[in-house]
């Protein structure tokens, strides 16, 4: 499992949180953030303007500068503190532990429509928090393969239970379906999500191994291949269609749509749908002789991309997917149409990102939260550095958010 968690230990956390040089796109103007009774919260006030906002939201953990957290030599004896930005200023400051159901753990903090979502596991129970104030309790064991949130304000949430291979889909805590043994496509950490929104119903697609099953408003269907022999590889709808990819006895992908098959070229078993800047793509892996190269087949055109890194978190900025490999030395990478590789924008040495969460943009230029051990983390816009934050720590989550003008 592509799960970027480094099981950092407990860290203690000196000094106070300082600002941030905000980027020059402009003030916000939303308010508040939450009602957490455990973080200090801070009002940004609001702003009239008559084009919408662009806020993006950062999540950090902020630990002592002498402390190398890339080591973990407290072995988790200490506590940390997760801070919540809003254009560069902090708005909540949360201190990890069970009171604030909040781990200072990479790969446990979620940023969706400003709001922090994080995950607790101890003692066999999993708890869900928003903002620091108790969201969820499962009473049992796992961790989240994904979390989705509705525009009603309805939460679902897929948890695995990896003692039992369980999944279990859940709406605002309530069991809606419990698969008893299942790995879902996609998720937390594997560079793509697992439940999406189709004509409003909540839709994602496991595997138990052998065959593949999708769920939509948690009914599960059995998705069989068209051809004996053959394998389904991965199940999507979109507007209501069903979109399968399928792969033959003799390794051939296909796409079938609308009823209808189109061979893949050049593309094997092991395939799986990635939606990135509003279109459909193939995930190909990587390209034979060439194992640095990404391949992505467009499943509107069929045309085929290439990017940078083998094991690369995918993003997208201005329509186009764009490329994070996240092994020294660092390097984000445009598409290019020919299996030369991607254009890399940037690139540094020491530097790390630790899942796909960390991954934005603004307009038509990628925003990434970088972290380097025994240094501070900073934002990249493109190619350069638009922020730093004043300590030692790491990123874990960034996000966008467009806020129209009349909110």
């Keep these: 499992m592509k799960r970027f968690v480094l099981i950092l230990g407990g860290i203690a956390l000196l000094l106070s949180c300082e600002h941030v040089d905000p980027l020059r796109w402009g003030d916000s103007r939303n308010g508040k953030v939450g009602t957490g009774t455990i973080g200090r919260l801070r009002d940004t006030g609001s702003v009239s303007a008559p084009v919408p906002d662009t806020v993006v939201w950062v999540c950090a953990v902020r630990v002592p500068d002498s402390y190398d957290w890339a080591r973990d030599t407290a072995d988790g004896r200490f506590p940390a503190e997760v801070i919540l930005y809003r254009n560069y200023s902090p708005v909540l400051i949360l201190q990890a532990g069970e009171a604030s159901a909040c781990s200072h753990i990479p790969g446990t903090h979620h940023i969706r429509g400003g709001h922090l979502y994080s995950e607790f596991s101890s003692a066999g129970r999993m708890r869900i928090g928003r903002d620091g104030s108790p969201l969820l309790d499962f009473g049992e064991g796992g961790f989240l393969r994904d979390l989705l949130s509705h525009e009603d304000g309805s939460v679902y949430t897929l948890a695995c239970n990896p003692s039992e291979g369980s999944l279990t889909l859940r709406k605002d805590g309530q069991m809606v379906v419990r698969i008893g043994k299942g790995r879902s496509m996609g998720g937390f950490g594997d560079g793509s999500p697992a439940l999406y929104f189709d004509e409003g119903s909540c839709c994602f697609c496991f595997s138990d191994g052998v065959s593949l099953f999708s769920v939509r408003d948690g009914s599960i269907s059995a998705v069989i291949p068209p051809e004996p022999g053959g394998k389904a590889e991965d199940f999507r709808y979109k507007d209501g269609e069903a979109m399968l990819l399928w792969s033959g006895s003799d390794g051939r992908c296909h796409l079938r749509r609308s009823g209808k098959d189109r061979y893949l070229m050049n593309v094997s078993a092991g395939v799986h749908f990635v939606e990135k800047g509003g279109r459909f793509y193939a995930d190909a892996g990587p390209v034979w002789g060439l194992w640095d190269q990404r391949r992505l ?23 186009e997917p764009f490329a994070v490999q996240p092994r020294d030395p660092l390097s984000v990478s445009r598409p290019r149409p020919n299996p030369l590789g991607g254009d890399i924008i940037y690139s540094e040495e020491g530097a790390m990102v630790f899942t796909e969460e960390c991954l934005a943009s603004i307009g038509s230029e990628p925003l990434i939260g970088v972290s380097f051990p025994g240094g501070r983390p900073h934002m990249v816009r493109g190619s350069r550095v638009v922020a730093e934050f004043p300590f030692n720590g790491y990123i874990t989550a960034v996000e966008t958010q467009i806020i129209p003008p009349s909110l």
């Design 297 to 319: 087949v467009c499943l509107e055109d069929y045309s085929t991309l290439y990017l940078k890194g083998r094991d690369c978190w995918l993003g997208a900025a201005g329509g």
